[in-house]
């Protein structure tokens, strides 16, 4: 009886010993010190973090040329064009008649050949004058004085000023005769110049409008060159700014195009009414050249991030069955985790809550307008979709908003303990967050906080049985074995 007794006792004794254990263990607010049980932890790397904004818009010619028509130049005789016609700089668009012009130029001919007849006789004057100014001259030199009476002296003298005066006034109107003449042959060689009957393009492009009625302008001309216009709501307008990177794509087209956002109204399209959501113009100028991603890399949109070297979140598995402790041993990178770098493909959408985007193009008047631009058909008036890149940073240490505890993370140390670590968040992309401060790459992170108790203290993992070989077995001494498989199964 005694010994069932005792036997009892001592049952019952380690009963309540090993629940109240379990219990002290199990209680997240026990004041008993835990082990941290660690099943999962990455490796820091760096990544490309791209913040998107999507929305849609329509391909529009970059510039509008209006051609006007000059009646004094010359009567209308037609056009040489017709509407949605490609021109080049210099194609003839309308033409003039010539009967206005040719009626201009016998006029200016017929003023300008008088004046040369009055020219002819100028010249003829002042070479008479100058005869009779040397037989003057020669007539006082002979003459010879009667009495010392000098009256004929005197008289010769008179006649030869006058004669030079009548010579300086024949020569000063023969000088504006010739300014005269010169001013009508300017005349004649501007019109000359504009008696052309055919009006050339100032640009290349297509004929967008015609004005039968020669109302001017009587024709305009879009240029070749396709810029990209749409419009954006008042709560998406603080997100763009002039100078933004963007992406316009669109199953016309072979590949993405590279633009810049270069215009952002701040005033509303159409009026403001209180009832009604205003909505802001924006453009974007595609690249001169084109410039076309390379096949396989893709826009990195909200939420998202072009991944260069981020872990997979699948480092460690977990073996139920049994652990391992990490007392006493090194973290080593190689062995402990499995460090892949994956790229996220991700497909452009378009932002289906964007409102009234397909109200801004252009009427074509039933044209066809193409553009080829480096293998890729632009297509006015043909809607696009448009990814607009509102922030990046590249090669940023990253890490998982799964793997912050708030404004800490807790990381791993070369010597096997668990170290909280404070950080400064940059920019935030889908689950993935910028680390500015607080984390290098390469750094082991724990991937679940949630499973650190104790910080400044070494850890355990599950076992991986997969590494439980004869050889490992052999590397340790007995004595060691028996110590890690004690901690691994007591220390939880």
């Known amino acids: 009886m005694r010994i069932k007794k005792k036997t009892a006792i001592i049952a019952g004794t380690t009963l309540l010993f090993l629940s109240v254990n379990v219990f002290l263990t199990l209680d997240k607010d026990s004041p008993v010190n835990r082990t941290s049980f660690i099943t999962n932890w990455t490796q820091a790397a760096t990544e490309n973090l791209t913040k998107t904004f999507e929305t849609e818009g329509v391909v529009v010619p970059a510039e509008e040329h209006p051609v ?18 490609a021109v080049t700089e210099g194609t003839p668009l309308y033409e ?3 009967e206005r012009i040719d009626a201009d130029s016998d006029r200016l001919q017929s003023e300008k050949l008088q004046l040369n007849r009055e020219l002819a006789l100028i010249d003829e004057q002042i070479q008479q004058l100058k005869y009779l100014k040397s037989v003057s001259a020669s007539a006082t030199g002979g003459s010879v004085p009667v009495s010392g009476s000098t009256t004929s002296g005197t008289s010769g003298t008179l006649v030869e000023v006058t004669i030079e005066k009548e010579i300086y006034d024949r020569e000063r109107e023969r000088t504006q005769v010739l300014q005269e003449i010169d001013e009508y042959e300017d005349r004649i060689s501007t019109l000359n110049e504009t008696s052309q009957l055919d009006v050339g393009s100032a640009v290349s492009g297509f004929v967008k409008d015609i004005d039968y009625k020669l109302g001017n302008p009587v024709m305009t001309i879009i240029s070749d060159t396709p810029k990209v216009k749409g419009s954006v709501t008042e709560h998406d307008l603080t997100q763009l700014q002039s100078g933004m990177r963007a992406y316009i794509t669109s199953n016309l087209l072979k590949d993405k195009l590279e633009g810049t956002l270069t215009s952002v109204s701040a005033y509303p399209e159409s009026d403001p009414h209180v009832k009604k959501e205003s909505v802001f113009p924006f453009e974007i100028e595609i690249n001169p050249d084109a410039l076309l991603m390379e096949d396989g890399e893709e826009v990195v949109g909200e939420g998202q991030s072009d991944e260069t070297g981020a872990d997979d979140g699948s480092t460690n598995e977990t073996d139920d069955t049994s652990f391992e402790t990490v007392e006493d041993t090194d973290i080593e990178t190689t062995e402990e985790t499995d460090l892949e770098t994956t790229t996220e493909d991700t497909d452009l959408e378009t932002n289906e809550d964007t409102e009234n985007n397909g109200d801004t193009g252009t009427n074509q008047n039933d044209a066809n307008y193409q553009l080829n631009s480096a293998d890729a058909q632009v297509v006015l008036g043909s809607h696009v979709q448009v990814t607009v890149v509102t922030d990046e940073v590249t090669n940023a240490v990253t890490a998982s908003t799964e793997e912050l505890a708030g404004s800490h993370v807790y990381v791993i140390t070369p010597g096997g303990k668990i170290e909280r670590r404070s950080i400064t968040k940059g920019l935030e992309v889908g689950s993935r967050v ?48 028996l110590k890690f498989i004690g901690v691994g199964f007591s220390k939880r």
């Open 68 to 85: 006007y028509y000059n009646p004094e130049q010359g009567g209308f005789k037609g056009f040489l064009v017709k509407k949605g016609d």
């Open 96 to 98: 003039y008649t010539s």
């Open 434 to 481: 910028h680390i500015q401060e607080g984390l290098n790459p390469g750094e082991l992170l724990i991937a679940n906080p949630d499973q650190v108790a104790r910080n400044k203290h070494r850890f355990v993992t599950p076992l991986k049985s997969r590494n439980l070989t004869l050889a490992s077995f052999k590397s340790e001494k007995p004595v060691d074995v």
